[in-house]
C-alpha cells in the first residue's frame, strides 16, 4: 500500500505562486502525475511525470507556468505553480501509478493512488 501526502496549498493573490510537494511512502517506482478538482467540476489532469523524471506533460492551461518535478532519493514530486489565476482555484491531488516505463499518463483512471488533496485558493 502506498500513501501519498501533499503540502503546501495556500491562499495566494493572482499573479503569484505556490510550490506544492507529494511525499510518497515505500520505493516501488511509479509514475506521478498532479489533478485538480475545483467545486462543481470534474477532477482533471494538470500535469504528469515519468518515473525517471526525463517524461512530462502538461495540461495545455498550465504550459508554461507549472513544472512538474521529483527526486526519487526523497520519494518526493512538487509542483511549482507561476502566474496563477483565480481559475487556477482548487483542490489539487497527487497520484501515483506503478510503472517500470518512462513515460507520462494524464488519465485519472491510470492512476492506482490517491492522496488526500491540498487546497490552492487565487484571489483576483
Known amino acids: 500500500q502506498v500513501q501519498l501526502v501533499e503540502s503546501g496549498g495556500g491562499l495566494v493573490q493572482a499573479g503569484g505562486s505556490l510550490r506544492l510537494s507529494c511525499a510518497a511512502s515505500?520505493?516501488?517506482?511509479?509514475?506521478m502525475a498532479w489533478f485538480r478538482q475545483a467545486p462543481g467540476k470534474e477532477r482533471e489532469f494538470v500535469a504528469a511525470i515519468g518515473w525517471s523524471g526525463v517524461n512530462t506533460d502538461y495540461a495545455d492551461f498550465v504550459k508554461g507556468r507549472f513544472t512538474i518535478s521529483r527526486d526519487n532519493r526523497k520519494n518526493t514530486v512538487s509542483l511549482q505553480m507561476s502566474s496563477l489565476k483565480p481559475e487556477d482555484t482548487a483542490a489539487y491531488y497527487c497520484?501515483?501509478?506503478?510503472?517500470?516505463?518512462?513515460?507520462?499518463?494524464?488519465?485519472?483512471?491510470?492512476?492506482?493512488?490517491w492522496g488526500q488533496g491540498t487546497q490552492v485558493t487565487v484571489s483576483s
Open positions: 515505500g520505493r516501488t517506482i511509479y509514475a
Open positions: 497520484a501515483a501509478k506503478r510503472s517500470l516505463e518512462s513515460r507520462t499518463y494524464s488519465s485519472n483512471l491510470q492512476y492506482d493512488y
